[in-house]
């Protein structure tokens, strides 16, 4: 008998995890790429998602009937059918769905259950899913949004230490930053920010996080700060659900995973409007949504 398999992509700022998986949902094999975020830099995003796809399609000997892609910044960029045929067209025309990375972290980490999760790495987003339907809360971009997120805690830290600079006040986010940007004066790392990836300045986040957990109060007031913004999105989200509310929130994503201060900040503000909400840590291993999708949405798409 012919093995039948699907493939799930978890396409993210910094690199992407194809996951392959029997239709029991059973770990076949996995390959990583580059880069798979679309609204940064879409070609070679494309490019890395087809080529971990590619590597599994290779190793295993059997049929793909469904590919999965959930993909960091698809929200910015819309156009989900066509990215999706994009991606088709690079590995062998097969039924290919595209989603956002933060939809395929709720799948995988309520296992199909009504609820609501929360992704906060590079970027941050509230997503719930309540009888079929989706509801989304922030996801709009380290411009706009992404409150909560590694890129909002650098930039919000940053933001304070400039401003203690212009004070003239101590803060030892000035000297954390100094030492980041290898420099003698904070004001000479701006020009270094502004030539940053996003990536590069959500990784800044952990400096200010070991900072806040060395008891710095301007870590911890910038933390707090961002916790309670992101709490913000998903009390809204929450606000939508219809009665009987799910009360399931998993949380997922670098930050949330590592920032057990954040966690604590975030979950306080929530159960202050919802005090049954349950927090759980999503295993992290979001291909895995794919097991979990229940739609029909997986075209045929051909050159």
Not at 268 to 294: L, T, W
């Amino acid at each position: 008998m012919t093995l039948t398999y699907q493939i799930g992509v978890d396409a993210g700022g910094t690199h992407t995890t194809a996951i392959a998986y029997d239709m029991h949902g059973q770990e076949l094999e996995r390959a990583e790429a580059g880069a798979g975020q679309v609204n940064t830099d879409y070609d070679n995003a494309i490019i890395n998602i087809s080529k971990a796809i590619n590597q599994l399609l290779n190793q295993i000997d059997g049929d793909c009937q469904r590919i999965l892609c959930g993909m960091a910044g698809l929200s910015v960029i819309g156009n989900a059918p066509q990215v999706a045929a994009a991606i088709s067209s690079k590995v062998g025309n097969l039924p290919t769905r595209a989603i956002t990375d933060s939809l395929l972290a709720l799948y995988n980490g309520l296992e199909g259950a009504d609820g609501g999760l929360v992704i906060a790495g590079t970027g941050s987003v509230f997503n719930g899913l309540q009888n079929g339907h989706i509801i989304t809360t922030g996801g709009y971009g380290a411009t706009l949004g992404d409150e909560g997120s590694g890129y909002a805690i650098a930039l919000s830290a940053l933001k304070a230490a400039l401003l203690s600079w212009d004070k003239r006040e101590d803060n030892a986010l000035i000297t954390m930053f100094n030492r980041i940007f290898e420099v003698d004066n904070i004001v000479d790392g701006t020009a270094k920010f502004y030539q940053m990836t996003n990536p590069e300045v959500a990784s800044m986040a952990v400096e200010v996080a070991k900072l806040g957990d060395e008891g710095n109060a301007n870590a911890i007031a910038v933390i707090k700060e961002q916790a309670e913004l992101l709490a913000r999105d998903i009390i809204i989200g929450m606000d939508r659900y219809e009665a009987p509310k799910p009360m399931k929130v998993a949380l997922t994503g670098s930050v949330l995973a590592n920032n057990a201060m954040l966690r604590g900040f975030l979950e306080d503000e929530v159960h202050s409007k919802y005090p049954q909400a349950e927090f759980s840590i999503s295993n992290g291993e979001n291909a895995r949504g794919v097991v979990f999708d229940k739609s029909n949405d997986y075209r045929h798409f051909t050159n």
